[in-house]
């Protein structure tokens, strides 16, 4: 497995420091890690080919970064192709985990009701409360701002709330707003890592490193994460107040943060499928 980070933008031969963990477990484990960079990647008009210089070819490669929009990780994928590197997880299904309109259909049953490209009308709940979010990101940190609705029959309030997280989001805006059933959580997420449809490490949620709830119901997702199909991703479990785990979100693992009391060699141990 070859294991693309992100260069240091201040320093383009040494690994973005953040990522500096996996690069040192890489080693360890005998991974060949090679760069690239990521502003480039995400500049408006980018140099591909400039993006990916000194990536040597292989046929398994898995990128280990900052988080790209889907047609950024469509450009990565193109320009490694030109070099004879073929991403482990495709442009389409970089999208689908990347993406709520793309794993939402899988996982319907077991994660809070949602709708998108409604232009964030919330009134087809009923009533209620909401939290919004786009394709890829909510504003938690946002919260009573731009995040929750507490009434969804009330339209003046509601209408405030997503006009400020389409204000605050702006040009990071993903997609459309999507409109989810607000569902009462209790403790902290668990983050689970799926490499080939199949549960390989369980590990506290980044924001909260220090908490790693018992036991999460890994059945719960399975079924939905099976019928998708994707290499790699990471699916977020909590409890609801009645006690049921509920998922919270896909994405796609290649750009999922991992917490800091997790050992990258963890990870990547079960990414490449060897002994830590």
Known sequence: MLLLLPRDPLA????????????????????????????????????????????PADEDAVYRGWMLRSGQYAGLAEALAARGTRLRTSPEQYRTAHELPGWYPALA?????????T??????????????????????????EA???????????????VDR????????????VVVRRFEEFTGPEARTWWVGGRCALVTAHPDTP???????????????????????????LVRRADGVWRVVELGDGQVSDRPTSTPAAELLAALAGVAA
């Open 12 to 55: 383009p031969r040494r690994v973005d420091e953040h990522w500096a963990p996996e690069a040192a477990a890489a080693a360890e484990l005998g991974l060949t890690v090679a760069l690239v960079d990521h502003d480039e990647l995400t500049r408006s008009e980018p140099d591909l080919a400039r993006a990916v210089r000194g990536v």
């Open 109 to 117: 049953g077991v994660t809070p009701e949602s709708r998108w490209d």
């Open 119 to 144: 232009g964030g009308d919330a009134a087809w709940l009923g009533s209620g409360a909401a939290v919004l979010r786009d394709h890829t990101k909510s504003l938690k940190h946002s919260w009573h």
């Open 147 to 161: 995040c929750l609705v507490p009434d969804v029959t009330d339209a003046v309030a509601a209408r405030r709330v």
């Open 165 to 176: 997280f389409v204000e605050l989001r702006g040009e990071d805006l993903v997609g459309s």
């Open 210 to 236: 220090g908490e790693v709830p018992q036991d999460p119901d890994l059945a719960v997702p399975a079924a939905g994460v099976t019928a998708l199909g994707l290499p790699f991703v990471t699916v977020d």
